[in-house]
């Protein structure tokens, strides 16, 4: 017998966010509007990066997986700070 995939909804309700206040992530719009390749918004699995009309990027914590993926593909000197979230917060997987 064989189980297929459990949808993605059934995954995330297993996935608790417990915000911080303070944003474990910041960005600079500044060095964001000089990116050519905007890395970010394509490689967050949580797509949690949108680019503005403008040419910088909007950026949402709140559910965000802290995988770090964005920082490893962020090309832009300085556009990206990301720590862990403040102690007791964050995502926690399997919850329940």
Known sequence: ???GQPAFDDRMSTVDF???ERAHITVDSEVCRSC????CVY????KLFVPTS???IL???E?????GTC???CSGNGALSWTYPDGGHGVAFRKG
């Open 43 to 46: 490689a967050c699995p949580a």
């Open 18 to 20: 417990d915000v911080a």
């Open 63 to 67: 559910q965000c997986f802290e995988c």
């Open 54 to 56: 403008d040419g910088g």
């Open 36 to 39: 050519r390749t905007t890395d």
């Open 71 to 73: 920082y490893q593909v």
């Open 1 to 3: 017998m064989s189980y």
């Open 59 to 61: 950026f949402n914590y």
